[in-house]
């Protein structure tokens, strides 16, 4: 009830000129339910819901995604300078995806490639969420 009461105030606070009709828990999650004043009903309260939900799982993955890589910085990569290490960096945050991103040609020394790096990350995500519904049709 508490929690509820603060995503309450959180949604209210956003300005958001619809009114909150309830917080829904799953998985750890929350979001919250708007109501449009008689218009969209159920439908959009739904969408609204969903939009929630992305954006939380979104923001969950970018966390496991900055958590490995700082894991590979200190740890696996340490030893490394950082204008050299991303190609180490990358293979061990996603050995797959270091090879569908970069096994034809590797980063170079102090490379910065802008959009291999939004591909590698792409990759990531999509990997990640694939495990992640694989151990929840197992479990």
Same mark, same amino acid.
């Given at each position: !009830?508490a929690?509820?009461?603060? $995503?309450? *105030? /959180?949604h209210?606070?956003?300005?958001?000129p +619809?009114?909150?009709?309830?917080?829904?828990?799953r998985g750890g999650?929350e979001?919250?339910?708007v109501s449009?004043?008689?218009e969209?009903?159920?439908g959009e309260?739904m969408?609204v !819901?969903?939009m929630?939900?992305v $954006?939380? *799982? /979104?923001?969950q993955?970018?966390?496991?995604? +900055?958590?490995?890589?700082r894991?590979?910085e200190?740890?696996?990569?340490?030893?490394?300078?950082?204008?050299v290490?991303?190609?180490?960096?990358?293979?061990?945050?996603s050995?797959?995806?270091?090879?569908?991103?970069?096994?034809?040609?590797?980063?170079?020394d102090?490379?910065?490639?802008a959009?291999r790096?939004?591909?590698?990350s792409?990759?990531?995500?999509?990997?990640?969420?694939?495990?992640?519904?694989?151990?929840?049709?197992?479990?």
């Amino acid at each position: !009830a508490a929690s509820e009461d603060a $995503a309450a *105030a /959180a949604h209210r606070e956003s300005g958001d000129p +619809r009114g909150v009709r309830r917080v829904l828990r799953r998985g750890g999650r929350e979001s919250v339910l708007v109501s449009r004043g008689g218009e969209g009903g159920a439908g959009e309260e739904m969408r609204v !819901a969903l939009m929630v939900c992305v $954006a939380l *799982a /979104a923001k969950q993955q970018d966390r496991t995604y +900055r958590t490995r890589k700082r894991e590979c910085e200190t740890g696996e990569c340490g030893h490394l300078a950082s204008e050299v290490s991303a190609n180490c960096v990358h293979g061990c945050v996603s050995a797959a995806c270091f090879e569908e991103v970069y096994g034809a040609e590797p980063l170079e020394d102090g490379e910065v490639d802008a959009k291999r790096s939004r591909a590698f990350s792409s990759c990531f995500h999509r990997r990640l969420h694939a495990e992640r519904v694989q151990r929840q049709k197992k479990g």
